[in-house]
């Protein structure tokens, strides 16, 4: 894919709208959770990520910020609470459903499906012309570096690596306006994977869990950090240098320990 | 091509090439072939038939839950439910894609079977047999339902532990607890002495047919919970 892929990224609100400077300031959201529950991994779960905000999700325990993003994805259900994503709470096709892509750490592809049938086949479903089709499978086949000869491939006589490629490519193949990423990539060399997730498009929104934060630098521009099913902390990445702290789980966790008690001392002593 | 045919693509695909597909057709295959291959009389033909038609059965429900509970635990139902492929689409295709199977299986079997039993008996009614055999498709379609119900709910061991179990119980039961009520398999063991099989036939196939219409909503209830 082209690094102007995001360019062409589809949506209702036309190009021009989004580069007004009123919207620039209002910044609408992409993603919004209120009050979600979900067992024990969630209690009132609330989260308003912006367009266009590249977010790293990262959790305590760890296996909460995958439960946040399949809850949003619609693949685990929340007990209560509301989604709304690209400003519609209807997941069909007609609201968000198309708006919206999720890659987690499986493909989810069967096994004995080439590249090119898996890309085929998400393309058919999303209802494209035969020259939209070829024009973004051909996209996607370079940006994931699937060649000519691994695209005729099973997935399954590629490795994992090529399952992964393949799941990327399927989820670009979408040009979504939200990308929910889940421990994504895993079994790809860390250099490549960096180049793979550097995805262009600057109205595309990026949630990304993961449980090795260290590894996800210079993907993101902002951190949440959840503990015990709630936001305890949204901030830049920035904060962390400033505090002098790593970008880890535990860097992460400090400064929102930091930042809670800087908000108890504002509450304490009054301006 | 619709969302249904696509899932039902996909099912078919993997039944393939996963040999589940062979498995099951061959199941109901074997039995038919056993039961017009080994010599006997009508009646023990149809012993073997009921018998053998009631292992392939169970062996569809199994494949059912197995196949329906890995695509949930894959991901692979999660992959195109993420396409707005709706959870009642995924269902409805494994549902059609199996039932294609075992309609198939059972058509051979049945053929097989008529061949076997019109050989040891020529009073043995056509229309009666075959009726019979429709009401087998349709208890066939109920434990494929009863096998999704126990996949959408449960890991696939789990549920295929379970499916083998819930159909041996409910064909056991119903064949040797419940002497007045007529399952479509035990009929077919007394279908040369039946005063009215056909009658008897459309009973046990409409009872099916609403079990297996009921277990499908369950299913369906169910994956609306589930996680893909």
């Given amino acids: 894919m082209p690094a102007t892929g995001g360019a062409s990224l589809t949506s209702s609100t036309p190009d021009a709208l989004w580069s007004a400077p009123s919207l620039r300031v209002l910044r609408p959201s992409a993603v919004s959770c209120t009050d979600l529950r979900r067992g024990r991994a969630l209690d009132r779960c609330s989260l308003s990520v912006p367009v266009g905000a590249r977010l790293l999700v990262v959790s305590e325990p760890d296996t909460t910020a ?3 993003l399949r809850v949003l994805a619609g693949l685990s259900r929340a007990d ?7 400003g519609s709470t209807d997941p069909t096709v007609t609201g968000w459903g198309r708006r919206m892509a999720y890659l987690g750490p499986e493909s989810g592809l069967h096994s004995w499906m080439t590249p090119l049938e898996a890309l085929h086949l998400a393309a058919g479903l999303l209802g494209l012309s035969h020259d939209e089709r070829a024009r973004r499978i051909d996209r996607a086949l370079r940006w994931t570096g699937i060649t000519p000869a691994m695209a005729e491939r099973a997935v399954s006589r590629g490795g994992p690596e090529l399952e992964q490629r393949t799941g990327l490519a399927s989820v670009l193949i979408a ?24 995805i262009p498009g600057r109205r595309l929104t990026i949630l990304l869990a993961s449980r090795d934060p260290g590894s996800e630098l210079g993907l993101v521009a902002h951190v949440a950090y959840l503990r015990n099913g709630r936001v305890e902390l949204i901030a830049p990445v920035g904060d962390l240098d400033q505090a002098g702290l790593p970008l880890s789980h535990a860097g992460i966790a400090q400064l929102a320990a930091l930042k809670a008690a800087e908000r108890r001392l504002r509450r304490a002593v009054p301006e | 091509m619709s969302q249904t045919g696509v899932v039902v693509g996909l099912a078919m695909r993997e039944l393939w090439i996963s040999f589940r597909l062979l498995l099951l057709l061959t199941g109901y295959v074997a039995v038919g072939a056993a039961a017009s291959l080994l010599p006997g009389s009508l009646p023990a033909i149809l012993v073997r038939l009921a018998v053998g038609v009631s292992a392939a059965m169970i062996v569809g429900a199994a494949i059912a839950a197995w ?19 709706s959870r009642g689409t995924i269902l409805a295709g494994w549902f059609v894609a199996l039932v294609l199977v075992s309609v198939l299986g059972v058509a051979a079997v049945g053929l097989l079977g008529w061949l076997a039993a019109s050989t040891a008996s020529t009073s043995l009614d056509p229309v009666a047999f075959g009726a019979m055999f429709g009401g087998i498709a ?6 494929l339902a009863l096998g999704l ?41 007394h279908l040369s002495r039946l005063p009215a099989p056909i009658s008897v036939a459309v009973q046990g196939g409409g009872a099916s047919l609403a079990f297996a219409a009921l277990l499908v909503l369950m299913a369906r209830a169910a994956l609306e919970r589930a996680d893909l």
């Fill in chain 2, 67 to 85: 196949s329906i509970s890995r695509d949930r635990v894959l991901g692979r139902a999660g992959w195109l439910a993420t396409r707005s492929i």
């Fill in chain 2, 138 to 143: 349709c208890g066939s379609l109920a434990l």
């Fill in chain 2, 149 to 189: 119900l126990f996949g959408v709910i449960l890991r696939p061991r789990a549920a295929t532990t379970a499916a083998v179990a819930a159909s041996a119980l409910i064909i056991a039961g119903g064949w040797f607890a419940l002497p007045r009520v007529a399952l479509p398999v035990e009929a077919l063991v």
């Fill in chain 1, 66 to 68: 995958s439960t946040l």
């Fill in chain 1, 80 to 86: 209560r609470g509301e989604v709304r994503i690209a």
């Fill in chain 1, 175 to 198: 040009e979504p306006e939200v990308l929910l990423l889940d421990e994504p990539l895993r079994a790809i060399e860390a250099t490549e994977r960096d180049r793979l997730l550097r």
